[in-house]
Structure formats: structure tokens, C-alpha cells
């Protein structure tokens, strides 16, 4: 239903208000411009690329076309195609219907967009061969790749990295960059033939956009009537599922277009009582009806507790089921085994209690593997509660192996697992409460400076959990997901590494050969991602782009005045080559006095950490010595000194005082 005297259709697409083709016919912010020479409906004024073909009232959610992001080898170079970003105040693209998505072989693509904040993601796709291309359908990384998208984006823009090969330039010529709904992409190697992709969505690709009637609460919105969306008197409020706002529906009995005064009409239920369970005499009143039935009361009254009985043993049975496939009587047994007293197995209600039911309010962050919670447990002690993203049966037995060995972990720089939940879908995972933050909100918050020592100490304990994860550890472990994000501040400052869903246990000296490659843009190690193999130097190449954060302030992948994205490795061991290193430091530790030899230390065992062959890179134990050497000759003697400089002050101050005092004492009688 559009608006009384407003154009109802353009093309085969219907426009209910809140939207509207015309001035006076639309809501603030859903304005739709119709080109009558294509029927086709454009989503906001003249000028606007984003073609909507179907608008849900309901959901609050419509669905648009968004042009293809490409670029392709031609033979004589890499041409590119790059979309003008989609830009939308009114709306936010859904993060629960799509991802963003890369297609071709050799291909690194990133979406930037704004939300509350900027953001940067990104996904890998290698194949080395056409038989290496997964036919499953899936973007499993080869061939195709997804990554989730984080809520309430406006804004997004899609470009590349890409490194193109002679070995896939015969069957993938181009890459693709895209945001697309994901119930309607499958992966298809002919995908990456030509330019079929390209023919394949001419149109376009199709995503999911939420919207609301007003980015007020409900209670906020009513307070000002006069620019209240529920116009009609048989209409309500519902707080939007997708983000901050809220939408109009109908009130029970009713049906229409709650955002017109007479939209809401009586539903004549009694016409099809049989939806509504009426199995008595049926009378339509205003709203509802009525229905009279014994046989119904009395069938009702005797199936109720029948039926609760059912769900609870229903309810049993799903949980016993999941503890069985996540492995849950395999870790009993081997915690008995290993007498293993320092994990916990917790109840899928204990968890729910102490996150009020997963409340968004409690989240402390997410990220690739999962998102975090803050849990408050009966006995008022504060937790993290990880919810997993994935679950893999086929790893059941890994996993136990895992939560055994990372329960055995007794290290104070390393975040210590208190138990795990395996009655869920995706098993959950406590670990201890660290209250200040991460390390990357330290380095790139716009806070005060940090010195250089309390720079070099963080390095250190960093450095020191992670060779022990790789020395000590029996078998070791890799952390494989090393990133100034995982790495937490207690109360104290004090580091503390975290988020193992990328780890892998290894035998020393081993490698693993991954089928997908896991890690985070900027931070990947691009041996691994070449040769598929994860080692202990991978985490070594890792932390050295951290200690790149901790010296520039600048974040794994970056830009400067608006100009294109850089990796911050690439671009310092360039800066080094070149001569320019003091380009790249943080200005703050810069120009203090005596620091250039720690800074060129520093900068020195972050280039061989960098090196792009693992064998010329430190072990982290190594690492641990030269950052301990350089803070010692450096930040320890300045701090020396400068106590010796206090402690002469205070003597001369002292003497001052006392001679006086001793004079005038000998001159008395």
C-alpha cells in the first residue's frame, strides 16, 4: 500500500510507504527514484546505484543488485574495475544475510567500510593449478573465499592485493570482489573461467539491506508523535532485530501497512479457523474471535503436561547428544586419566546465567573464530566465555586434546582456560577475566604516549608465552593467530596472550600442511601462505608486525591522507632499505634523547623477524634475549641514572637542611 494519491509500482516492483516514488510520498531516508525507461527502482535521490527489486515491511530488510569489483590479466597487464563504494545513511547492509566474498586464484581482497568505526577486513584465495580448486561449492580458500561482515555498516568499499602467477593465468584471468547475500551464491569452478563471473552477474550481485522506521527506541519515538512512524491506532513498535531503531507491525487480528493511518485492517480469522486452532463454534469479533469448545478445553487440559514432559526429554536428549559429539566423555576420561583438576565442565545454563542469556551489552569483542562474553558466575567471580563460529565433528578428538593441554598451560603471560561447555552445538570455552583491554586498543587509541620501556616490557612477556608455547609446551604449540588484538592487559599492564582457534599442536620440528589458511590480513606469514605449511616462524613473522605496531603506532595494514592501503611490514623493511626508518617510528619515542641505538636494536630484530624465509628468521626464545638485551642497555640504565641524578638532588637538599641545624647547635651554651 502506498501512500494515498503516490505511484504504487515501478516496474514489477511494488512500493509500500514508509517508501515512496516522489516528494510528499516517502518517509525521511526511504526515498525511491523510478527510471521508466528500465522500470527498474533505485533505493535514495537522483543519482542513486542501488537497484532494489524486492522491500519486506515485516523484516525491515530489502533486497538490492551492487555491481562487481574486478580486475584481470588482458595479456599485456592488470586491468581494473572498480565500483564507485556504496554509501547509504538510511540503510545498513544486514551482516547476518551476507558475507563479502573473493573469487580467482592469487587473489587478496579487502572491504573497508564505516560502522561506529573504520574497518578493514579481508579474505585469501590461492589455487597453485586447476585440480587444486575445491568443486565442493564452498569458499573454502581455494578458488573462493568469505568472511563475515561486522553489524550496523553503512558504508563499503572492495578492492585488491593481487599477485597474479603464470600457472593460473590460463584458467583465471580475474579476481572478483563482492558483498553478496550468501543464501544465493554457491561456488562454481566456471567461475573462474573468462569472464564468466562477470556475464554471470551483469546485473550485479544481490544483498540484503536493513532498515528502519526511526533510529530512536520505541519508548523514545513515542515521546514525539508527530513524527511517530505507527500511524495506524491497530498498529505497534518492535525494537529492530538487525540494530538501533525500531519498526511498525500490525497488532494481532490485523493486517496492512501499519505506517498509514487506515493500513491496519481486521483479519476475518473465523475464515480459516482451522490456522488459529478453533475447533469450536467460531465467531469473528474485532482484532480476534471467538471460539467455544469442551472437547477442545478438555483435549488441551489433559495433552498440556504431555507435552512439556516431551520437551524436556527432548531437550536432555539434544544436550547428551551434543556432549557425545564434541567428545565430552573422551575429555572425562582423560582428565580422570591425567588427573587433570584446573578445567571445568559447565552446563549450557550455568553459561546462559552469567551472560544474561548472551546479552549483546556483555560482549567483550569478535573476531574470526568467535565472539567473546564477559560472565559474571554465581560466586560473583568475572570470566570470558567464548561462543565458537564453527564446529567440526571429524576434530572432536583435536579438540579435547586441546582444551587438555592448553588446561596444563601454567604461564603468567598466557591466559589460563577455566573449563568449557560441550552440551552446545559449538562447544564454549571460559577463560580467565582480563579487564584492560587489548594491546592494539593501547597502541592505537589516540591516548597518552607510551615509553619505550613499557613498550619493550610488553614485547617481552609477549615474546616469553609464545616460546613457551613453542619450547616448552610437549607437544608444542602454534599460537597462529599472533596480533596485537589477542594479546590482553590485566589491571597491572602486565600481557597476556590469547584466543588459541587457530592453534595447532605440533611434534618439535614438525610442519603442518594447512588445507585453508587461517590468520588475520597483515599479520600472515607469507611463507604459509605460499607453501600451506604452518610452523613455529609463522608466529615468529606475526610478532614481528606487533613489534612493528609497538615502534610506528601505526596498525598491520594502514594509510596515510586518504591514499591507498599498505602492508606495515612491506612498507618498513622498504623504509629500512631506503634509509628512511625515522619516517616510520612513533614521533613520541623519536626524539628521546639517547634512544636512537634501541630504536635501530629494535628496528633490526624486527627486520629479521620479517625475513621472507622462515630459516632466516630468530626463534622466539631468541627473541625473548634480544628484546630483554635491548631494554637492558637501553631503557634500564637511562632509568639508573636517572635515580642516581634523584638521589644526588636529595642529598644536596638534605645537607642544606642538617648544617644549619649542626651549626647553630655548637655556637649555644
Given at each position: 500500500m502506498?501512500?494515498?494519491?503516490?505511484?504504487?509500482?515501478?516496474?514489477?516492483?511494488?512500493?509500500?510507504?514508509?517508501?515512496?516514488?516522489?516528494?510528499?510520498?516517502?518517509?525521511?531516508?526511504?526515498?525511491?527514484?523510478?527510471?521508466?525507461?528500465?522500470?527498474?527502482a533505485y533505493l535514495g535521490g537522483e543519482g542513486s546505484n542501488v537497484w532494489a527489486f524486492e522491500i519486506f515491511l515485516l523484516q525491515g530488510e530489502a533486497r538490492v543488485h551492487k555491481h562487481l569489483t574486478w580486475d584481470c590479466y588482458d595479456g599485456n597487464g592488470i586491468s581494473n574495475f572498480i565500483r564507485s563504494p556504496i554509501d547509504l545513511h538510511s540503510y545498513q547492509i544486514s551482516h547476518t544475510k551476507n558475507k563479502f566474498t573473493a573469487v580467482g586464484c592469487d587473489t587478496i581482497a579487502f572491504i573497508q567500510g564505516e560502522n561506529t568505526n573504520s574497518y578493514t577486513s579481508g579474505c585469501v584465495s590461492f589455487c597453485s593449478s586447476e585440480a587444486s580448486v575445491d568443486t565442493s561449492g564452498q569458499c573454502t580458500g581455494m578458488g573462493c573465499c568469505q568472511t563475515s561482515i561486522p553489524a550496523n555498516l553503512t558504508y563499503f568499499n572492495t578492492t585488491f592485493s593481487t599477485r597474479r602467477s603464470a600457472s593460473v593465468l590460463g584458467f583465471n584471468p580475474c579476481s572478483y570482489a563482492f558483498v553478496i547475500e550468501t543464501q544465493q551464491f554457491r561456488f562454481d569452478i566456471s567461475d573462474l573461467a573468462g569472464y564468466n563471473f562477470a556475464h554471470k552477474y551483469s546485473d550485479g550481485v544481490p544483498l540484503v539491506l536493513n532498515w528502519v522506521a526511526g533510529k530512536e527506541s520505541c519508548d523514545e519515538a513515542k515521546k514525539n508523535m508527530s513524527s511517530y512512524a505507527c500511524r495506524s491506532k491497530n498498529s505497534e513498535c518492535v525494537p529492530s532485530d538487525n540494530g538501533p531503531g525500531y519498526l511498525c507491525n500490525c497488532s494481532s487480528g490485523y493486517g496492512g501497512n501499519p505506517y498509514l493511518e487506515e493500513g491496519c485492517q481486521d483479519i476475518d480469522e473465523c475464515a480459516f479457523p482451522e490456522q488459529y486452532l478453533c475447533l469450536g463454534q467460531c465467531t469473528n469479533t474485532i482484532g480476534s474471535y471467538s471460539c467455544i469448545s469442551i472437547s477442545t478445553v478438555f483435549l488441551l487440559v489433559c495433552i498440556f503436561p504431555l507435552v512439556i514432559e516431551c520437551q524436556k526429554r527432548k531437550l536432555v536428549k539434544e544436550k547428551d547428544g551434543f556432549f557425545k559429539q564434541n567428545g565430552g566423555f573422551i575429555l572425562l576420561e582423560q582428565m580422570r586419566s591425567r588427573r587433570v583438576e584446573t578445567v571445568r565442565v559447565f552446563s549450557k545454563e550455568e553459561l546462559e546465567n552469567a551472560t544474561n542469556n548472551f546479552d549483546k551489552r556483555r560482549e567483550l569483542g569478535r573476531g574470526g573464530h568467535g565472539t567473546v562474553y564477559k560472565g559474571i558466575m554465581e560466586d560473583k567471580r568475572t570470566v570470558a566465555i567464548k561462543r565458537s563460529k564453527v564446529c567440526n565433528t571429524n576434530q572432536k578428538d583435536e579438540f579435547v586434546q586441546e582444551i587438555i593441554i592448553l588446561s596444563q598451560i601454567n604461564h603468567k603471560n598466557v591466559v589460563r582456560l577455566l573449563g568449557c561447555c560441550l552440551e552446545v552445538e559449538v562447544p564454549m570455552l571460559v577463560y580467565e577475566y582480563i579487564p584492560n583491554g587489548t594491546l592494539f586498543q593501547l597502541i592505537h587509541s589516540e591516548g597518552p604516549s607510551i615509553s619505550l620501556d613499557d613498550r619493550l616490557r610488553i614485547a617481552i612477556e609477549s615474546a616469553e608465552a609464545l616460546a613457551y608455547l613453542h619450547s616448552s609446551a610437549f607437544p608444542s604449540i602454534i599460537h597462529g593467530d599472533v596480533k596485537s588484538s589477542n594479546i590482553l592487559l590485566d589491571d597491572k599492564h602486565m600481557a597476556k596472550v590469547t584466543d588459541f582457534g587457530a592453534s595447532h599442536m605440533l611434534v618439535k620440528n614438525e610442519t603442518h600442511f594447512m588445507t585453508v589458511v587461517q590468520g588475520t590480513l597483515g599479520y600472515l606469514d607469507p611463507e604459509y601462505l605460499q607453501e600451506r605449511q604452518l610452523t613455529e616462524k609463522s608466529d615468529v613473522y606475526s610478532f614481528g608486525v606487533v613489534i612493528l605496531e609497538l615502534i610506528?603506532?601505526?596498525?598491520?595494514?594502514?594509510?596515510?591522507?586518504?591514499?591507498?592501503?599498505?602492508?606495515?611490514?612491506?612498507?618498513?623493511?622498504?623504509?629500512?632499505?631506503?634509509n628512511k626508518l625515522q619516517d616510520m617510528l612513533d614521533k613520541s619515542i623519536v626524539g628521546v634523547v639517547g634512544m636512537e641505538p634501541a630504536l635501530g636494536a629494535i628496528s633490526e630484530l624486527a627486520r629479521k623477524c620479517l625475513s621472507m624465509k622462515g630459516e632466516e628468521r630468530p626463534q622466539m626464545t631468541e627473541v625473548v634475549e634480544q628484546l630483554k638485551?635491548?631494554?637492558?642497555?637501553?631503557?634500564?640504565?637511562?632509568?639508573?641514572?636517572?635515580?642516581?641524578?634523584?638521589?644526588?638532588?636529595?642529598?644536596?637538599?638534605?645537607?642544606?637542611?642538617?648544617?644549619?641545624?649542626?651549626?647553630?647547635?655548637?655556637?649555644?651554651?
Open positions: 502506498a501512500r494515498p494519491g503516490c505511484q504504487e509500482r515501478c516496474g514489477n516492483l511494488s512500493i509500500p510507504y514508509p517508501f515512496g516514488i516522489g516528494r510528499g510520498c516517502f518517509r525521511s531516508g526511504l526515498e525511491v527514484t523510478c527510471d521508466h525507461s528500465t522500470g527498474r610506528t603506532r601505526k596498525t598491520a595494514i594502514y594509510s596515510e591522507d586518504s591514499s591507498e592501503r599498505k602492508g606495515l611490514a612491506s612498507s618498513f623493511v622498504m623504509a629500512m632499505k631506503e638485551l635491548i631494554r637492558r642497555t637501553c631503557c634500564q640504565e637511562k632509568l639508573t641514572e636517572y635515580m642516581i641524578q634523584e638521589q644526588k638532588i636529595n642529598m644536596q637538599n638534605l645537607v642544606r637542611i642538617i648544617l644549619p641545624t649542626l651549626h647553630n647547635t655548637e655556637a649555644s651554651p
